[in-house]
Each structure stands twice: as C-alpha cells, then as structure tokens.
C-alpha cells in the first residue's frame, strides 16, 4: 500500500477509535442522568430498565402510587460513537435525543387533548385527527397546535403549554381518556428533563374528570 493512502487511513482509524469512545461515554452519562432525573420526579416503588443497542439509549417501567398506577417509556440517543453516522444523524436526518413517557392512572380524564410541535404533527399519527378541533399558538420561538375533542379540554392545554419551563424542548403532550394515559415526548438538550418532567407531572390531574 501507498504512504499517501496509509497516513490518511490511519488518521481515519484513530478519529473512528476516538469517537467511538467519547460517544459511547457520552451517551452513558446522559442516560444516567436522564434516569436519575425521572426518578428524581416519579420516585418510583419499582423501576426496572432494560437497555436498547447498547449505547443508544434504555426503555423504563416504574411502579409508581396513587393516584398513577405505573410509567413505561424511553430514552434514545444519536449514535455518537459512530463517526460516519453522527454527521448522517444530526445534520441531514435531523434527528436529536430523545423522551418519552406514558403515565397510566385509574382515574377518569376529560377528555382527548393534544399539544403538538407544529413541525411533528405529520408524524404524529393521531386517530380522527381531521375531526379535531384545532389552534396555533407560539410560545418560546416555536409554533404548537392544539387538538382537541371536547371544548373543555382547551383551557387546560393552554395552561399546560404556558406553564412547561422550557417549551422549545417540547414535541407532543396528550392527555387520552379512552385508556387513561397521558403521554410526553421532550427533545432535551444536554439530557435536561426534570424541570418539564416535574411540570407535566404537577399538570396532569388538572385533567381528571
């Protein structure tokens, strides 16, 4: 083989080595301090996690008490220890961290309602969609639409979307009466949830019937 080709090879190695490293630390610590952040909110009875590729993040079930019954979800994260992939990933995909939970409870909820990221709502596959009622509102710089089915629900939306303490971190909120579920899909940054986890938590029995 050519010098001129071994070099850059080499160079090509090392860079793959060392982000394989500093990618796959990062994403260890990011999904113990997320982990540490939903306990921190939940305090769970029970948490069990069982881990998805490795480093790309974990899913979670917590036992949780009255008046929710448990919370299942995930954290995923972009494949930093992947050189080629990263660039791939962030910049053209657009992908990014991501949170998401569904909380449970025995109680009766309002109703249907949503909070979605105007630029999510395609992906959002939403049952009967088209015969939701709907409004924009823009709050820290991003655009959201609200959904709903029942004309009660849209104070409480509001008020949620107001009240979340970093709102361009958030993709969707729903409240969903039919199996008495709330769920939350957050995009944080630096693996920051608790603030809008700890919101989302004291927000949810405003929807109980």
């Known amino acids: 083989m050519d010098t001129p080709y071994l070099i850059p090879l080499l160079l090509l190695g090392a860079a793959g080595s060392a982000q394989y490293i500093l990618g796959s630390k990062k994403n260890r610590w990011l999904g113990k301090q997320m982990s540490i952040q939903a306990e921190n909110v939940f305090n769970p009875k029970d948490a069990e996690y069982v881990n998805i590729g490795g480093v790309l ?6 036992k949780l008490r009255e008046p929710w019954k448990e919370a299942k979800g995930s954290f995923i994260f972009i494949p930093r220890h992947s050189l080629l992939y990263v660039p791939f990933s962030y910049l053209l995909i657009g992908n990014r961290d991501r949170f ?3 909380l449970f409870t025995d109680k009766k909820l309002a109703g249907e309602g949503h909070i979605i990221e105007k630029g999510y709502l395609r992906r959002a596959k939403i049952d009967g969609i088209e015969q939701m009622q709907r409004e924009e509102v823009e709050i820290g710089g991003k ?3 609200l959904l709903w089915r029942q004309r009660e629900m849209l104070p409480a939306l509001k008020r949620t979307l107001e009240a979340m303490p970093d709102p361009a971190t958030l993709s969707h909120f729903c409240c969903f009466d039919d199996n008495k579920t709330f769920y939350l899909f957050l995009k944080p940054k630096k693996g920051a949830i608790e603030a809008n986890l700890k919101k989302f938590l004291e927000l949810c029995p405003e929807y109980f019937r």
């Open 57 to 62: 993040g974990h899913n979670f079930v917590y």
């Open 143 to 145: 655009t959201f639409v």
């Open 100 to 102: 998401y939970i569904n």
